[in-house]
């Protein structure tokens, strides 16, 4: 694909000019795409890296990539991230770039108990070492205050969840369970008075599921940082519960060892209520979005009933 030589011969150039290798042999090749973004597989005797540019315009503006390289540096003593080596804004590519780490591992297909201890242990590392975002200035922004937690605005509002756009057999079946739960589910969430008087802040993952979690002989580990931010930590763990979809069990075995078995209830609401916001989305997710599941509007209209059964 013309696209692709033109990003590796890139950064074949951008390798041989800036030495970021030290001068190693190396051969480049691309690796995969997902999430906006084209990998491209670096080897220099022995060692890979992955060079991360974006494809998805808005990412500029964003400032994923400058984020991401900053939280990554930010991290590198705690060794619980992806080592980063270079950062690109403006280029002949028009798109930011980096190059880190590549990270040895299988995609987290089944989720064991030593995952969920590790990571307990990689996000207690993360949150209780980074109390504030340092990237940033302050955290939250002094004009983010009064906390609140914004995550159902975040994902309902995305014209992604806009259901009545998709054509799909069957679809005009769904949209109404689906448009008067997610109402139903705002209404409920916005309402909630657990997320006022927040305190703690922390610089959170911030897209914790399992697309963005490696398994290394047991131990999980963290890739893909670029939404990592400011929040507070139970954003990070609810997220996680959901977008892992742990067990009931599961979730006991996190919060004993990320809280020393000392959890207050007020972060069990709001870790609750955070998973629940999460786990309806999932629902369009695997059926429409991301495709985990086959489609079928029936199968999907039960998941949103048994949804609305417990929401209720």
């Known amino acids: 694909m013309e696209l692709h030589k033109k990003n590796i011969n ?3 150039e951008l390798l041989e000019t800036n030495r970021i290798l030290d001068g190693k042999n190396f051969s480049v090749t691309y690796f995969n795409s997902g999430g906006g973004t084209h990998l491209y597989l670096i080897e220099a005797e022995g060692t890979k890296y992955l060079a991360r540019i974006n494809f998805y315009e808005p990412k500029n503006e964003w400032g994923i990539r400058e984020q991401e390289y900053k939280v990554l540096k930010l991290l590198e003593p705690l060794s619980i991230a992806p080592k980063v080596y270079y950062l690109s804004i403006k280029n002949e590519l028009g798109q930011q770039l980096t190059i880190v780490d590549y990270i040895e591992g299988q995609p987290l297909d089944t989720i064991s108990d030593s995952h969920v201890i590790s990571l307990s242990d990689t996000l207690k590392k993360l949150h209780t070492n980074t109390p504030f975002d340092k990237s940033g200035d302050t955290l939250p922004p002094t004009d983010d205050l009064p906390y609140e937690c914004g995550i159902f605005d975040e994902f309902g509002n995305g014209e992604d969840k806009r259901i009545e756009k998709y054509e799909l057999a069957g ?3 769904v949209t109404p369970h689906y448009n008067r739960i997610k109402n139903n589910l705002g209404e409920w969430f916005n309402g909630l008075e657990i997320f006022e008087d927040c305190t703690k802040f922390c610089l959170c993952h911030a897209d914790l599921k399992s697309e963005n979690i490696l398994d290394q002989n047991g131990r999980a580990v963290l890739i ?5 931010g400011s929040d507070i930590p139970e954003t990070d763990i609810g997220r996680l ?3 892992c979809q742990f067990t009931k069990e599961q979730e006991t075995l996190f919060l004993k060892h990320y809280y020393n078995g000392n959890v207050e209830e007020i972060s069990l609401q709001r870790i609750h209520a955070v ?7 999932r629902i369009i997710e695997d059926f429409i979005l991301l495709r985990r599941k086959e489609w079928n509007p029936n199968e999907m209209i039960l998941e949103l009933q048994k949804f609305e059964k417990n929401l209720g």
């Open 10 to 12: 890139f950064i074949q």
């Open 275 to 281: 998973k629940t916001v999460l786990d309806f989305f």
């Open 171 to 173: 679809i005009d079946e």
């Open 241 to 243: 519960f959901s977008g």
């Open 224 to 228: 893909d940082w670029e939404c990592a």
